[in-house]
């Protein structure tokens, strides 16, 4: 078998996704996601200017060999954009591997380990009461593990919090806007949250964090202390991890687990945090370069007693979210998937066989990640100019968002 051509596709179905079509004299295709949110034209012009040319002839069964060429071969290595073009080789590869030999992927990644992959939704409000109901919906919709985000006292709008009644989504049409950011204010009101929610949902229920790398690594651990009597899941990204070792204080503070990674490219963003246990679950999803290193990096992983947790905002498209979830299944150290749903008009231009019920989700059983792309309704909504927000602090500061 052999590769004829590779097509990428710039898309606006309610949000941007680069998609990327490989075709094979047989006739099989594979699709990959090559989105990176607010910088998608990169990934797009990397593919087809300086991916697309060197796979043309190419046997497509060698994910390895293709894999290794990309990274190593290009001599620059890692970065966003290079391992989200990367990864939508990889997981198009993966694809058509699994179709030209009539098995859904999570039967060439160690077949199924459970029966289904446990998932965590968003429950996003203005206020602790808008908080609280909405983890009283995803109950009722019978998820066990919601993620719990809320509108800081004094500040505007903040990470994880819609503008208006529309379901919340980061990026935004035009340029990006600037939000005002308290670590003290926030620090004073999440424990409140928590106690709030505990207090009207019970123990039960699975309850996540996402800090959004907001955090020095002693606020951090003031935070994860705080957060004990509510036994969280999770918290998430509680600081930026380019210092790895900044963790250690984090860790040396608090049990309450540690999950990083959704921005991280390749294992050595993780290397110290997996080698020294100093996180509990790992973030990372396919656009870290795809389906070939995230194998790896999850082995690495389970010797140290880290699970896996991979991201799964709307900005990775139905095609991630497809393959991650052959992914989940079938990984021994699984420990929750995220799960955004996609708008109606998103799920229209790929059309999957991935299913929700009572809180897990299931992979496709046809042949393949089993999603699919629309390339006719994809040319109806052309690329929009969108990107995510930034922050500052009260006095100006630029500070992460
Ligand atoms: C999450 C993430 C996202 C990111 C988004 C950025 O945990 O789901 O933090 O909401 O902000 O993926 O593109
Ligand atoms: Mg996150």
Redesign the pocket.
């Known amino acids: 078998m052999k590769i004829v051509d590779a097509k990428v596709f710039v898309c606006c179905p309610g949000r941007n996704f680069v998609t990327l079509k490989i075709v094979t004299d047989e006739g099989i295709y594979g699709l990959g996601d090559g989105t990176l ?1 607010g910088r998608e034209l990169a990934v797009a012009s990397y593919l087809s200017d300086h991916i697309v040319p060197c796979l043309i002839g190419r046997d497509p069964f060698q994910t390895e060999d293709i894999w290794q060429y990309l990274y190593r071969g290009a001599y620059w290595r890692k970065g966003p954009v290079t391992m989200t073009a990367i990864a939508a080789v990889d997981v198009a590869l993966w694809d058509i591997k699994a179709k030209a030999l009539s098995t859904p992927l999570y039967n060439l990644l160690g077949g199924k380990s459970r029966t289904g992959v446990m998932v965590y939704g968003h429950a996003n409000g203005k206020t602790i009461a808008e908080t609280i109901d909405e983890v009283g919906r995803h109950v009722e919709c019978r998820y066990l593990a919601v993620r719990a985000q809320c509108g800081i006292p004094g500040l505007g709008g903040t ?1 994880g919090v819609a503008a208006g009644r529309e379901p919340y989504e ?2 935004q049409k035009g340029l990006p806007s600037e939000q005002a950011w308290s670590s003290e204010k926030y620090l004073q009101f999440i424990p409140t949250l928590f106690a709030e929610l505990r207090k009207s949902h019970g123990d039960d229920v699975h309850l996540l964090h ?1 800090v ?1 790398h907001r955090l020095t690594p002693i606020q951090a651990a003031r935070l994860g202390k705080a957060l004990e009597p509510f036994h969280l899941f999770w918290m ?2 509680p600081v930026a991890a380019e210092l790895q070792e900044g963790f250690r204080i984090i860790r040396q503070h608090t049990t309450t687990p540690v999950a990083v990674g ?1 921005i991280f490219d390749t294992v050595w963003d993780a290397r110290t945090l997996i080698a020294e246990q100093l996180i509990d679950y790992l973030r990372m999803s396919l656009r870290g370069g795809g389906l070939t290193p995230l194998k790896k990096i999850a082995a690495f992983a389970e010797m140290h007693h880290v699970h896996t947790g991979c ?1 799964g ?1 709307t ?1 990775l498209s139905p095609i991630t979210m497809g393959a991650a979830l052959h992914f989940d299944i079938a990984v021994p150290n699984f420990g929750i998937q ?1 799960y ?1 749903p996609h708008a109606n008009v998103t799920l229209d231009v790929f059309p999957h066989g991935y299913r929700f019920a009572d809180g897990y989700l299931y992979p496709a059983d046809t042949p393949g990640h089993g999603v699919d792309f629309n390339e006719t309704l994809a040319a109806k909504f052309p690329y929009e100019r969108a990107y ?1 927000p930034v922050s500052r602090k009260l006095d100006g500061t630029l500070w992460n968002w």
């Open positions: 949110n990470y980061p990026a996402d959004h998430e990204d959704e991201h905002a900005d995220e955004m995510l």
